[in-house]
């Protein structure tokens, strides 16, 4: 494929990715959803979740904390609060994390408001070490 | 005139008085520039949801959010973003000053404003003159993300449960290495910015979820990235402004060891010139 996209994804301390790519893919409010080049212009928020590009043919995955997806004339922009490389994932952290977050859900109820915050928490940790498992940046 | 002995130990007191200026404006030096770069780093994203938010504000149609809802502004609240430490000249004393003019103007108009603190010297210089509602502690040294989300869900909280109707936020803005602006932004309701000129097409993008969902998202989001670009603009500003102070700071000690060093002279000299005296004199004596 010719046509390339641009893809940014911005967090609050940096710009993290500033490349061209093929192919995005990410998780969305409604499910996961991808975006090739010449999309129409789209908005939305995603959820915690796993994105994935991909570009000259290899592919990576990043873990990305609550944020928006913009597409607009193949720019892609991208606002999270975090966004993280596998190679860059603590997996014990995120062990510990997890089996943190289960504890503390176990004794709330959803009615408390912790129980989001633990449950955001959780969800976290898992997508991390899915990311972190996925794939080794080259 | 003082005596040789104290002049010396003044001006082995004021060298030392110096030394650690020095140092503290080489650290300040050293942080102003990490605080510069997180300002400078943060900037896209901020500017990037503002743009986001604009987009969005203009396909409004329908119900209002509760945080763009325009109240009869009875109660203010007034966040005032300062610093925890103090030694960086003017920068705390001029904004409380100028938040306490602002509070004094404005008092005919709302019925109650509080005040929230965000850094110790804020917290000092109003706990004497008014009563402060609420105040964030060991938030400003370091400002983190997580830390301005905190406080801007609390202040949403406070807002959609009518604490206050209108929220104001006030920090020195980071324009210069040597000076600051006092700052007031109005905070909530939202006010959404005037789209200055209609010479591009608005696009039309696909929401997913609607709208109006996406508008709930982004704007407590938006309070959040206000709050901490404010937080990281008063660091960077706080840094710069001790920096200047403790270079005058420098300087003023650097001309007083030259004062002090010429009178030291001067005395010795006078103490030179009377003990010769005594000396010639005294043999002058013996020989007559």
Redesign the interface.
């Known amino acids: 494929m010719a046509e390339k996209m641009k893809l940014e994804i911005?967090?609050?301390?940096?710009?993290v990715v500033d490349i061209e790519v093929d192919e995005v893919t990410a998780t969305?409010?409604?499910g996961e959803f991808g975006v090739l080049p010449g999309h129409?212009?789209?908005?939305?928020?995603l959820n915690i979740g796993e994105l994935c590009y991909k570009a000259e043919g290899v592919s990576t995955s990043m873990a990305l904390n609550w944020g928006?997806f913009?597409v607009?004339d193949d720019k892609i922009?991208v606002?999270v609060?975090t966004a993280e490389y596998a190679e860059d994932i603590d997996v014990e952290r995120a062990k510990a994390a997890q089996s943190r977050a289960e504890e503390a859900l176990k004794k709330l109820t959803p009615e408390d408001k912790q129980f989001k915050i633990y449950e955001a928490a959780l969800e976290r940790s898992i997508i991390r070490m899915q990311v972190a498992g996925k794939n080794v940046r080259k | 005139m003082a005596s040789l002995k104290s002049i010396k130990k003044r001006i082995v007191s004021v060298k030392n008085t110096r030394q650690i200026t020095k140092a503290m404006k080489m650290v300040s030096a050293a942080k102003l520039r990490r605080a510069q770069e997180?300002v400078v780093?943060?900037r896209?994203?901020?500017k990037?949801?503002g743009d986001?938010l604009q987009?969005?504000a203009g396909n409004l149609e329908g119900d209002l959010h509760p945080l763009l809802e325009k109240r009869e502004a009875k109660k203010l609240l007034l966040i005032v973003v300062s610093s925890d430490r103090g030694l960086c000249g003017g920068f705390n004393t001029n904004l409380c000053k100028a938040g306490e003019r602002y509070i004094k103007e404005k008092q005919a108009v709302y019925e109650q404003i509080s005040v929230m603190t965000v850094g110790r010297k804020g917290y000092e210089y109003f706990k004497n003159r008014l009563t402060v509602y609420k105040n964030f502690p060991n938030i400003i040294s370091k400002p983190t993300?997580q830390n301005a989300a905190r406080l801007g869900q609390e202040i949403i909280d406070g807002f959609v449960e009518g604490e206050y109707d209108q929220v104001e936020l006030l920090y020195n803005s980071f324009r210069t290495v040597m000076s600051q602006d006092i700052t007031f932004q109005q905070l909530l309701p939202v006010v959404p910015e005037e789209t200055a000129a209609v010479d591009e097409a608005p696009?039309?993008?696909?929401?997913?979820?609607s709208v109006g969902?996406?508008l709930a998202?982004?704007l407590p989001k938006n309070i959040e990235?206000q709050l901490?670009k404010s937080m990281l603009e008063s660091v960077a500003g706080e840094h710069g402004a001790r920096m200047t102070a403790m270079d005058s700071a420098s300087k003023n000690a650097s001309e007083m060891i030259g004062k002090l060093t010429l009178q030291y002279n001067r005395a010795r000299q006078a103490a030179i010139t009377t003990e010769l005296m005594e000396i010639i004199s005294g043999s002058e004596s013996i020989k007559g």
């Open positions: 911005v967090t609050p301390y940096k710009k969305g409010k409604l129409a212009p789209f908005l939305t928020s928006y913009e607009k922009i606002l609060e | 997180n780093a943060a896209p994203y901020a990037k949801l986001v987009s969005l993300y696009v039309e993008y696909i929401y997913e979820p969902e996406l998202e982004i990235v901490f």
